[in-house]
């Protein structure tokens, strides 16, 4: 079992800046990615930033040179750091890993959530 915590979110102004964090607890092995989504009321859930396994980093075309994917080791954590934000960006900011648990099978685990809203 893996247990994620976020924390960070809050209210920003068109043009500022914020960063969550998500810190992983349990077992933590055999992680396959390690992922931020976001879900607006209505909505599916999307996928903003993706870390792979290797360190490789994905992000939705959205959020492309304004929000960095990142890992603290030390920490056993992942932060998204999320610059010059837009009031589109307002959600609730889900982390999630996808575990593996054996061959050709995977789990996943999701945080509560933590809202951003960017508004003047």
């Known amino acids: 079992q893996v247990h994620l915590m976020e924390s960070g979110g809050g209210l920003a102004q068109p043009g500022g800046s914020l960063t969550l964090s998500c810190t992983a607890s349990?077992?933590?092995?055999?992680?396959?990615?390690r992922n931020w989504y976001r879900q607006t009321p209505g909505n599916q859930r999307e996928l903003v930033a993706r870390?792979?396994?290797?360190?490789?980093?994905q992000y939705a075309d959205s959020v492309k040179g304004r929000f960095t994917i990142s890992r603290d080791y030390a920490k056993n954590m992942i932060l998204l750091k999320m610059d010059d934000l837009k009031p589109e960006d307002t959600a609730v900011y889900f982390c999630?890993?996808?575990?593996?648990?054996?061959?050709?099978?995977?789990?996943?685990?999701w945080g509560q959530g933590t809202q951003v809203t960017v508004s003047s």
């Open positions: 349990g077992n933590t092995n055999r992680i396959y990615n």
């Open positions: 870390l792979g396994g290797a360190g490789s980093t």
């Open positions: 999630n890993y996808v575990q593996i648990v054996d061959i050709g099978r995977k789990t996943e685990y």
